[in-house]
């Protein structure tokens, strides 16, 4: 487990909780069951094993009674004892270990949901070496033989089940490092609500209905047609159903023409003849409206489950601050089926008065710690007035400062000239006021310079 955290995982810090858990387990159950079965039970069970064992293959290919115990040995084994044994006490001990509050049937149960693929890939190691081992190992040969294939076992085990589902307090999503999908979504900023021309007619035009190829075309072409601008728009497919709802703003004289076109466009007998069509007219703001006091982004990261939204939602209202723009995306799901699927919600909310900032971060905790979730907030007006410092500091980390395993430099652009790392992925991805400056995200080469200048990086 420990060569998997630093090697295959490349930690930084050592989970000493999961580790203490292989190390239970090895001490209590490969060191004492394990032995116990495979040599004293083993022996009366199978009483000739080793007398099998220790014949040369022409003598085994002949004595069909040790071929059957042999046989027999493995289904024990590999059939009963793994299944039934091993990996519920594995998850037990695990939990016990790892959990602040141990539950044995929650890990029976996780073991459950588990049991395919962890079966599977314990067989493709496991069978062939059980065969050789009751096969050609002497009594005290086996543990030895055991011991050496669960080195290799054990390290397969540490990456299938030794990490936590939850999402880490130091907000790494993923034990290797998120991907770039992930990340997106994770660092997504909305953007405010549209702002409504008042010379312009402003309508919601929704579509949904059967999937199939031209659906947005014929839309947007009876959009065109009616001299209508779209502006603001989502077009998602949904299992077999496509979904459309979008902004369209027209010259008031067109209003009608805007309708008869896209439902003409419906009874034209193409894409749009199975589908839903309604156009809803928006209403502008009075004038007298004050624009909000107060803005800010909202952010949430974590396992995927019910709640996620509503929680936070509820907790948003409660504090008097008002969604004006949200989107919620359910990341990738993880090749490695045992591990949880992530849930992002990125959204903009706005209040009249500046809000309690402390009871907000009071209940946002509240949240982070009952759901084991990544969720933030941050004013508008902080995120605008630190983004250029943000850039230049992190350029300035991650190219010139010694702690990151580099020679000090004089410019902050010029990195030392034994270790230079690579730019792998640059953006400045726009903001409500492009004004007040733009955020700019760096990938680089090396993980543990981006890590530590994160940390550098976590107060402003």
Known sequence: DLLVQKVVERREEIDWRRNAAFATFGFFYLGGV???????IFSRLFPNAATFA?????????????????????????????????????????????????????????????????????????????????????????????????????????????????????????????????????????????????????????????????????????????????????????????????????????????????????HQG????????????????????VAPAFEAHVRLTGPDQPGLVMKLTELLASHGLNLEHVQTEQHVQPKNKSQTRLFSLNGLVTSATEPDSKAINESLEQIRRELKVIASWSASSQIAGNRTALVGRAAGNLYSNSPFGLEPSSSPSRPAARFRPRLLEFSTPPIADNSKGTVTFFAVEN??????????????
Request: charged share 20%; aromatic share 8%.
């Open 34 to 40: 394990q032995y116990a079965l495979y040599v004293p």
């Open 270 to 289: 193409g894409p749009l003849a199975a589908c839903d069509i309604n156009t809803r007219r928006v209403a502008l703001l009075d004038s007298a409206s």
């Open 54 to 266: 220790s014949k040369t293959v022409a003598e085994k290919l002949k004595d069909f009674p040790g071929i059957r115990n042999l046989f027999a040995q493995v289904f024990i084994d590999q059939g009963v004892h793994h299944p039934l044994m091993y990996f519920p006490v594995f998850y037990m001990i695990k939990d016990a270990v790892t959990s602040d509050k141990p539950n044995p049937e929650r890990a029976v149960n996780e073991y459950i949901g588990n049991m395919q693929e962890d079966l599977f890939a314990l067989w493709k190691v496991w069978v062939p070496s059980t065969f050789l081992n009751f096969a050609f190992m002497p009594m005290w040969l086996r543990i030895p033989w055991v011991a050496s294939t669960s080195a290799i076992w054990t390290c397969i085990l540490s990456v299938m089940r030794g990490g936590s589902d939850s999402v880490p307090a130091n907000e790494v999503i993923s034990p290797i490092g998120p991907d770039h999908a992930s990340m997106e979504l994770v660092q997504r900023t909305v953007a405010p609500a549209p702002t409504l021309d008042p010379t312009r007619e402003h309508y919601l035009v929704t579509v949904h209905g059967p999937d199939r190829p031209g659906i947005v075309a014929a839309v947007t072409r009876g959009v065109y047609d009616a001299g209508g601008n779209l502006t603001t728009g989502k077009m998602i497919k949904l299992g077999g159903e496509f979904a459309v709802m979008m902004h369209v703003d027209c010259d008031p004289s067109s209003v009608g023409q805007l309708q008869e076109k896209l439902h003409h466009e419906k």
């Open 447 to 460: 993980e543990s310079l981006i890590d530590r200048s994160a940390s550098e990086l976590e107060s402003p």
